[in-house]
């Protein structure tokens, strides 16, 4: 079966390092393809080019997504610089290019996340969560990436979706494709840019953020079904956003946690908001 997330993330090598691959309209943020959805398509090139050889280093460990310019729909080419093969991991760096323009630099590390061992000490808590099925679905409207990936808030944040008031900046929620794809490694690092800013629990809807740069670790290959989702903010200073996230699968297992920064321009009527 073909999905989706595959076909719309796949790539064709078209040289030493390099690689083409098709934007899909079909997973915009409003005005631009999303952030995750585009760290997934680069990151499936590095994949590819450090399975090459001695190592297979498919897997993505730790990578992070700096946006330079947004992207249309349409084709793209990708780089991919290795700075090292060891046994171990791969590292390098990987740029998706459009007409001439850096949109995209993934600067990454890679392993195979299978075979890996070592110390162990988890410190987090999975959240309680009610099922999904109980859980609110967030409209598609404009943004056409939520007809490709089911996204879920809890009953208590989905009344904070529109409106804002929350007391934190903070949500659950669920994501899976769908279609109903098994989510991967590659999925992860779409699903840390699902779903809306966490600062909107606050301040209510607020269009698109523009993200700046996005980190996603990996920590386990997820078990079928749907992600549990936190996403939270602590601080906003002069109109920069950070947000952290954990993801967890249908087993209770923490799979990813992710960070990122994002641009905000809050509106006068909404400050008071914020305090």
């Known amino acids: 079966m073909s999905y989706q997330f595959d076909l719309a993330t796949g790539v064709e090598s078209v040289g030493t390092n390099r690689w083409q691959a098709q934007i899909s309209k079909d997973w915009f943020f409003r005005v631009a393809p999303n952030g995750g959805y585009m760290m997934s398509i680069v990151a499936r090139a590095m994949g590819k080019a450090f399975s090459r050889g001695e190592y297979n280093h498919c897997d993505p460990i730790s990578a992070t997504a700096t946006f330079i310019n947004p992207a249309d729909a349409g084709g793209a080419e990708i780089e991919v610089i290795t700075h090292r093969q060891g046994r171990r991991f791969s590292q390098g760096i990987a740029t998706l290019t459009q007409n001439g323009k850096p949109c995209v630099q993934l600067m990454a590390t890679?392993?195979?996340?299978?075979?890996?061992?070592?110390?162990t000490c988890n410190e987090f808590s999975a959240p309680a969560m009610p099922p999904p099925e109980d859980c609110?679905?967030?409209p598609a409207d404009i943004i056409s990436f939520r007809e490709q990936v089911e996204t879920r808030l809890v009953p208590d944040d989905f009344q904070f979706f529109h409106g804002g008031g929350k007391g934190r900046m903070e949500h659950y929620g669920w994501l899976r494709f769908a279609d109903h794809r098994p989510a991967d490694l590659l999925a992860l690092l779409t699903f840390a840019d699902?779903?809306?800013r966490a600062v909107g629990?606050?301040?209510g809807v607020m269009g698109w953020l523009p993200t700046l740069d996005l980190t996603v670790q990996c920590l386990a290959k997820p078990a079928p079904g749907y992600i549990v989702t936190k996403f939270s903010s602590r601080m906003l200073a002069n109109g920069v956003l950070e947000e952290q996230g954990e993801m967890w699968d249908s087993t209770g297992k923490l799979v990813a946690v992710c960070r990122q920064s994002a641009t905000i321009r809050v509106p006068e009527d909404k400050l008071a908001l914020l305090r």
């Open 201 to 203: 629990m606050r301040t």
């Open 194 to 196: 699902a779903l809306p």
């Open 136 to 138: 609110e679905l967030l």
């Open 110 to 119: 890679y392993g195979n996340i299978g075979s890996m061992d070592g110390a």
